[in-house]
């Protein structure tokens, strides 16, 4: 296959602002978009052994275990071999996942081209979860006590990660401060800049 992929990880802390970007440049770029939360979140809904598993994390903050997460990642990229490209969302949170993406798509002949950060200050971040919590059924968002634990989990294991990818020259970030248009444009020119 010689068509041009175009591969992004949509990156930033809980709440950013990465899901509803996500969905636009999905439709912008055909790209699918993979949200792990999402497909957590659907098979909490159907019940699937999967879906219990990683609800006992999940309702704690906590992050589903890296084994678990990457089997379920690969099955749903394995499903969409005609894919132009993809936007990963939530995806990869810890160094083993970046490192198994990495391979997942080297052996697909392909690669990350970029990693976009969504820069959002923390108390902004903490209006929008609580906000968010309040018109979502997503129990991890109206417990200020998960909020705060997946904040720390963020800054210990998920932020390292845009440094994993600044090595390589691939990492961007934009403020995640503004209107959705705005910040969407703001994307645009990043993947547009890109020599891909
Ligand atoms: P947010 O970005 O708002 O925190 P998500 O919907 O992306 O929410 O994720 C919700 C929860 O799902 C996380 O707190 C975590 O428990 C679990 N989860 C999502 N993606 C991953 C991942 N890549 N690795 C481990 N756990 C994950």
Redesign the pocket.
């Given at each position: 296959m010689d068509t041009i992929m175009l591969n992004l990880i949509l990156f930033g802390p809980?709440?950013s602002g990465?899901g509803t970007q996500a969905e636009r440049l999905e439709e912008a770029y055909n790209l699918v978009h993979i949200?792990?939360?999402?497909l957590?979140r659907s098979e909490m809904d159907e019940g699937t052994e999967l879906g219990i598993r990683?609800n006992e994390?999940?309702s704690r903050?906590?992050?589903?275990p890296d084994e678990v997460?990457i089997g379920m990642l690969k099955n749903k990229m394995l499903s969409h071999a005609d894919a132009e490209g993809f936007i990963f969302d939530?995806?990869?949170?810890?160094a083993p996942?970046a490192e198994a993406l990495d391979q997942l798509l080297e052996d697909m002949g392909q690669q990350i081209d970029a990693l976009i950060m969504l820069d959002v200050p923390e108390d902004e971040i903490v209006k929008r979860i609580v906000l968010r919590g309040k018109d979502s059924n997503r129990p991890?968002d109206s417990d200020p006590e998960i909020v705060r634990k997946?904040f720390q989990v963020y800054q210990s294991k998920t932020a390292p990660i845009y440094d994993y990818y600044n090595e390589k020259g691939i990492a961007f970030k934009i403020n995640g401060i503004g209107s959705i248009d705005e910040i969407f444009q703001n994307l645009c020119d990043t993947i547009d800049s890109l020599h891909v």
């Open positions: 809980p709440g990465k949200s792990t939360g999402v957590f990683a994390y999940m903050g906590e992050l589903v997460t939530g995806f990869p949170r810890t996942q991890d997946r």
